[in-house]
């Protein structure tokens, strides 16, 4: 009834709230998918010269753990690379994650799955914002 009462009082003001939350939103999301996909970016580079070094004999075995972990990701990556192809998407990836953290398994690589706060992805907003601006 509230909200009624809200919506009939002023209109545009209430519409153009609710699209600026939604904007703030899809910012939100777009940042932290480009931090998932810098770091992912990052940790694949290291993973291509900790090969590279192994190849010289010159690793240790952590950083060839390191290493094997950032390769099962990728192998995590190209799974649902599959779902993305698959008609439906939208609805069958969501749908895979879900009921793989249902069972216990891990299907997002590392780098999507670690979540900030609202409050750090708008500092990265701001961030990129003064960095646009001359």
């Known amino acids: 009834m509230r909200l009624y ?5 002023a209109p545009i003001r209430v519409a ?3 699209k600026k939350r939604q904007q703030l939103k899809f910012r939100r999301a ?4 480009k931090i998932a996909l ?5 940790e694949t580079i ?22 094997n972990e950032q390769f099962v990701d990728i192998l995590k990556g190209l799974g649902l690379g599959v779902f993305a192809v698959l008609p439906f998407a939208p609805i069958t990836i969501p749908l895979v994650v879900k009921l793989g953290s249902m069972v216990g398994v891990d299907v997002l690589p590392s780098s999507f799955s670690i979540q900030k706060t609202s409050k ?3 500092q990265e907003i701001a961030k990129q914002n003064d960095h646009k601006q001359p």
């Open 120 to 122: 750090q992805l708008d």
């Open 46 to 67: 290291e993973m291509l010269s900790i090969y590279r070094r192994y190849t010289q004999g010159e690793i240790s075995k952590a950083e060839l753990k390191r290493a």
């Open 5 to 9: 009462k809200v919506i009939h009082r």
């Open 38 to 42: 810098s770091q992912e970016k990052q």
């Open 16 to 18: 153009k709230i609710s």
């Open 30 to 33: 777009m940042v932290a998918l």
